[in-house]
């Protein structure tokens, strides 16, 4: 998923719609489209398109996918599990990331407050959101932390190994160079070498989970 740009305009998914779909693009800092996301809803109770598993009730399946703006040419895409009802056991995101050939990539799991807090309480950062995620790469194990004030857009994301520097850094889009409603971008700030594919379809799910959002 090669996304160079040190800065990436990436739009909020909260209050998307998607019947049956739902499109927008994230764009270069100065508003230029990169990559079209596709926001696709299945229903409830039924099983993952890629094959993983179902769904159960009280749970919608929704996939979203990414494809480069200009080739047309597919990125990758991710399922998830979207709590419909209340309850901390129905809240927890459940979202695995595939190639394009349908290979597991990535899975994306919230992680409880208190395990998360004592595992990066070593980092230089003192700021922890209400929730925090765990993203697992496949096929090298690696772990990373997406991590902050997750309503409010005020994010990093970390790497196991080396908490103390983010590789992506995300805030709210008021500093976007582009004339958009700031409340519908945010700004991701992403370190040299870093594969954000994998983060911006992590964080796009996270968009969807109820009170992921500012009120």
Not at 21 to 29: D, F, G, L, V
Not at 125 to 153: P, Q
Request: aromatic content about 8%.
């Amino acid at each position: 998923m090669p996304f160079q740009q040190s800065l990436i305009a990436l739009p909020t998914l909260n209050e998307a719609r998607a019947v049956p779909e739902y499109e927008c693009n994230i764009c270069q800092k100065t508003g230029t489209p990169i990559v079209r996301v596709t926001l696709t809803r299945f229903g409830d109770g039924v099983p993952d398109v890629a094959g993983g598993g179902s769904y159960g009730p009280g749970q919608t399946l929704e996939r979203i996918s990414l494809v480069a703006f200009k080739r047309a040419n597919a990125l990758g895409f991710c399922e998830l599990s979207v709590p419909t009802g209340g309850g901390s056991a129905t809240n927890q995101l459940k979202c695995n990331i595939y190639r394009t050939t349908g290979d597991l990539f990535a899975t994306v799991e919230e992680e409880p407050r208190g395990v998360v807090s004592s595992l990066l309480q070593s980092s230089s950062s003192s700021t922890f959101g209400s929730s925090s995620y765990l993203v697992t790469v496949v096929a090298t194990n690696s772990r990373f932390w997406i991590r902050g004030d997750i309503a409010n857009r005020n994010i990093t994301v970390v790497k196991e190994s080396d908490k103390s520097k983010p590789v992506i850094s995300i805030d709210p889009g008021e500093n976007l160079q582009f004339k958009e409603d700031s409340s519908c971008y945010y700004r991701l700030r992403v370190q040299p070498k870093t594969d954000a594919g994998v983060f911006i379809m992590a964080l796009l799910a996270i968009d969807r989970l109820p009170g992921s959002h500012r009120s």
